[in-house]
């Protein structure tokens, strides 16, 4: 056995003790803690890269602890689709945590630095443990270990409403905890296996129990609710606007992403596609509310006056996009689907990114205070606005490229209803891109015409730190539109995994 068969249990067991030495180290000097995290996710994300290169070039990686076969023993499991995903969740955390060291220092106390980076090390490790692992309890394990660093990472602001944001969302992700603990236990008194290839081979046989049924709405429900799908995304907009910049990159891009891959791991790898479109069709359910979470956090995210409000009410939209494609579930709409979770979290953490740079600089996040900001942080606004096209969707960008393969797999489907409601949802974005871009690109400081005496005329642009990840994100939306068809020799066969079952 290669180091490179090693790799899944590699990236768990590894961060979680370069946390326990960001604990001790940091309990001596506090200075320890960044290199520490900056190292070991950047390991994590190229191992990462090299593990689906292996995936794609032969075949599945499969890791049993401790040598235990399942179902006595718990797997960990590579494949294409959860390779894509694990190098998309690493990506995002290696930009953020490069953007997190100057803000932090801004935006938590300092008595609060080393646990910071101890949760924060702690969140990916179980974003990556729910990504990697093949046993449907242990999901539920690594999901509880995101959801606690989540829940205490947002109280870590020295906003005073971050503790009740914190509190919602620790509230409204414990009922779905609840739920999906529900709909486990239901799998495993009609299977007795936990096992989730085991499940897909063991599950047909019972697709018409009760126990069946309420397990899979069980699951439906507690993930829908942790990928904040609307209506069930009441935690999200406090969660996003009232935790630090690094904190709400993170969740943004990330957590949401690793719930709708959850989704999508368990309806189609587990259920697979013949309970959700023949014993049990809900995927059309599923459309109609994806359609509606398009245009309803696009009219939201419209009427805020908070910049990262704004951004936060677009991240239920943007969730819609992508559950539009399980609702379609056909190939090619599933390729769009599995581009926009890429496309999203990288537009989206340039986005939040930028949010966080003039909070950094001017200490607001209010929209009516940036106008004219364009003149002292231009690489930020440009950034901001190249991030914008592509969530508007403007070729060549990802955005573009994921919406495109959106309404063909609609039109495929006959579904060209839902194709115009995609077309409908990018006109709103535009509107809400547009307001920012038009407020810090022509807007004029209240008071004085020429701005010259205006905070924002005492701006700077952001350091480099944080410019350099939010850049590259902006770079990134641009890139995977034009080379789109490399992005797609690792969608395609994922999106034919999913399509096959288990």
Same mark, same amino acid.
């Given at each position: ?9 590699? !990236? ?24 520490? +995290? @900056?190292?070991?996710? !950047? ?8 593990? @689906? ?25 590579? =494949? ?10 690493? !990506? ?105 290839? /085991? ?35 009441? %935690? ?5 606007? /009232? ?34 479109? =023949? ?17 309803? $956090? ?12 704004? !951004? ?16 379609? +579930? ?20 340039? @986005? ?16 009516? =205070? ?18 914008? +096209? ?8 990802? $955005? ?15 579904? %060209? ?30 008071? =004085? ?22 850049? $590259? ?11 789109? /068809?490399? @992005? ?5 066969? +994922? ?8």
């Amino acid at each position: 056995m290669t180091i490179i068969n090693h790799i899944p249990v590699l !990236l768990v067991a590894i961060p979680i003790l370069a946390s326990l030495l960001i604990l001790g180290l940091g309990w001596y000097d506090r200075r320890f803690c960044y290199p520490i +995290a @900056l190292i070991t996710i !950047l390991s994590q994300f190229l191992a990462s890269i090299a593990v @689906l290169l292996q995936v794609l070039d032969g075949g599945t990686i499969r890791y049993h602890l401790g040598n235990w076969a399942p179902p006595l023993g718990i797997e960990l499991v590579i =494949d294409s689709f959860n390779g894509f995903i694990l190098v998309v969740i690493l !990506l995002l955390a290696f930009a953020t945590i490069i953007y997190a060291r100057r803000s932090v220092g801004k935006e938590i106390t300092p008595d609060k630095i080393v646990s910071f980076y101890v949760l924060f090390q702690l969140l990916v490790t179980g974003l990556v443990g729910m990504t990697i692992t093949g046993d449907i309890f242990n999901l539920y394990v690594f999901l509880e270990i995101s959801s606690i660093t989540a829940y205490t990472l947002i109280a870590s602001s020295r906003k005073p409403h971050s503790y009740v944001a914190s509190f919602n969302y620790l509230i409204l992700g414990s009922i779905a905890a609840g739920f999906i603990l529900l709909g486990i236990g239901n799998l495993y008194v009609a299977t007795g296996t936990l096992n989730m290839a /085991e499940l897909a081979v063991m599950l047909p046989a019972s697709y018409h129990l009760a126990t069946v049924h309420s397990a899979f709405l069980f699951l439906m429900i507690g993930f829908s609710i942790k990928a904040a799908f609307f209506p069930l995304h009441l %935690w999200l907009p406090d969660a996003y606007a /009232e935790s630090p910049s690094a904190v709400t990159v993170l969740i943004s891009t990330v957590m949401a992403k690793v719930s709708v891959y959850a989704l999508f791991r368990i309806l189609f790898t587990v259920f697979t596609t013949a309970y959700i479109i =023949d014993s049990f069709p809900v995927t059309r359910f599923i459309l109609l509310m994806a359609t509606v979470a398009i245009i309803a $956090g696009a009219i939201l995210a419209i009427a805020q006056e908070d910049l990262k409000r704004m !951004l936060a009410y677009s991240s239920i939209s943007q969730i819609g996009y992508i559950m539009f494609a399980l609702g379609v +579930a056909n190939e090619i709409a599933l390729e769009g689907g599995l581009l926009h979770i890429l496309g999203h979290a990288v537009m989206k953490g340039c @986005l939040f990114m930028v949010a966080g740079v003039i909070i950094y600089r001017m200490g607001t996040s209010r929209l009516s =205070d940036m106008k004219g900001l364009s003149k002292t942080m231009p690489i930020s606004c440009a950034a901001f606005a190249l991030a914008g +096209a592509s969530m508007i969707g403007i070729p060549p960008t990802i $955005g573009f490229m994921s919406k495109y393969y959106l309404v063909l797999g609609a039109f495929e489907a006959g579904l %060209w209803p839902y194709a115009a409601v995609l077309l409908v949802g990018s006109l709103l974005a535009a509107i809400y891109i547009w307001r920012f871009i038009e407020i810090v690109y022509f807007g004029v400081p209240h008071g =004085d015409p020429h701005g010259d005496d205006h905070k924002n005329a005492t701006a700077r642009e952001a350091p480099l730190s944080m410019l350099a990840p939010m850049v $590259g994100l902006g770079v990134l939306c641009l890139l995977f539109g034009i080379f789109v /068809e490399v @992005l797609m020799q690792a969608v395609g066969p +994922a999106v034919l995994l999913l399509l096959g079952g288990a």
